[in-house]
């Protein structure tokens, strides 16, 4: 997929938990172990998210491995060390996924699951 389509995906996943009550914290965080897309706050719970797009529920989840989990679970506690967020006791990763369905106009459908 191109950073173009993966940035679309992230944008909406935002906006998504924007909507929900959720405070952006940060987006696109890099560590030596992998990257974090977006990292909420609410309820003073830190939520990590990662954002999974794809042409179907399929692909989508396939791009999750336990090496990729393994790697977003490291950067998260880097984070929270690097920016001193021990005081959540609490913390989450959420994968939210992303697929495209072309409906009979073929005009893309937004699908979260």
Do not use: C
Not at 50 to 59: A, H, P, Q, R, T
Not at 88 to 113: E, S
Request: aromatic share 14%; no cysteine.
């Amino acid at each position: 997929m191109s950073r173009a389509k993966g940035n679309l995906a992230e944008d909406k996943a935002s906006l998504y938990l924007e909507n929900i009550g959720f405070l952006i914290i940060d987006r696109n965080f890099y560590s030596r172990f992998g990257e974090i897309d977006i990292i909420v706050s609410k309820d003073n719970i830190l939520h990590f998210v990662e954002v999974k797009s794809g042409l179907d529920y399929e692909s989508a989840i396939l791009n999750i491995t336990k090496s990729k989990l393994s790697k977003i679970i490291r950067t998260a506690q880097v984070y929270m060390k690097k920016n001193s967020f021990f005081n959540y006791h609490l913390y989450i990763i959420y994968i939210i996924f992303i697929y495209v369905l072309l409906n009979h106009l073929n005009k893309p459908l937004i699908t979260w699951k």
